[in-house]
T-cell receptor
Framework: NAGVTQTPKFRILKIGQSMTLQCTQD?????MYWYRQDPGMGLKLIYY???????DKGEVPNGYNVSRSTTEDFPLRLELAAPSQTSVYFC????????????????FGEGSWLTVV | QKEVEQNSGPLSVPEGAIASLNCTYS??????FFWYRQYSGKSPELIMF????GDKEDGRFTAQLNKASQYVSLLIRDSQPSDSATYLC???????????FGKGTMLLVSP
């Protein structure tokens, strides 16, 4: 019963390095998301995708890139890491219900803790 | 800019009491409202959602929605120490739109 799987769970990056956070889901959900959560703060949407080949910016997209080549996978790329990108990153997925008002429940992965030094 | 406001807390209640968590939102067109629980170091998990004015009950949890006042709340009856967590309010707009999260309220239930 995997759900949404993120890797790595923990990573330390040096300033200027690049890396990719991997995310895969096995629920056949169309919608996938990347959020970041800073201490004491809510979840901020970085990027989202409504289906393979379609991505869109969220609230805080600067410094990140995504791709969605398959329904299952939604990797997040950090280019030129900066200390401001130290955060916890959550990948999530959802599938809109036929009942539009009650659907779109989001399921989260376990999170990836990233520190940029 | 859609905003979702929550008191950061901590809200401290004794075991067995009713905990009341509140949330206000700025977008009057918002249609669905969600409460997530997040334990320290863990990912958020959905507790319940509501989209009609009034109350919705699920076990010890009751969500209350007042669209005219742009206010949604979560009541936890018979609070247990295991309820100690941060509770995130999230709001969804019309049609397909992403969720906007509040910063969360930390709840501490003392034995």
């Amino acid at each position: 019963n995997a759900g949404v799987t993120q890797t790595p769970k923990f990573r330390i990056l040096k300033i200027g390095q690049s890396m990719t956070l991997q995310c895969t889901q096995d629920m056949n959900h169309n919608y996938m998301y990347w959020y970041r959560q800073d201490p004491g703060m809510g979840l901020k949407l970085i990027y989202y995708s409504v289906g393979a080949g379609i991505t869109d910016k969220g609230e805080v997209p600067n410094g990140y890139n995504v791709s969605r080549s398959t329904t299952e996978d939604f990797p997040l790329r950090l280019e030129l890491a900066a200390p401001s990108q130290t955060s916890v990153y959550f990948c999530a997925s959802s599938s809109p219900s036929s009942q539009a008002l009650s659907g779109n429940t989001i399921y989260f992965g376990e999170g990836s803790w990233l520190t940029v030094v | 800019q859609k905003e979702v406001e929550q008191n950061s807390g901590p809200l401290s209640v004794p075991e067995g009491a009713i905990a009341s968590l509140n949330c206000t939102y700025s977008d009057r067109g918002s249609q669905s409202f969600f409460w997530y629980r997040q334990y320290s170091g863990k990912s958020p998990e959905l507790i319940m959602f509501i989209y009609s004015n009034g109350d919705k009950e699920d076990g010890r949890f009751t969500a209350q929605l007042n669209k005219a006042s742009q206010y949604v709340s979560l009541l936890i009856r018979d609070s247990q120490p295991s309820d100690s967590a941060t509770y995130l309010c999230a709001v969804k707009g019309r049609g397909y739109s992403t969720l906007t999260f509040g910063k969360g309220t930390m709840l501490l239930v003392s034995p």
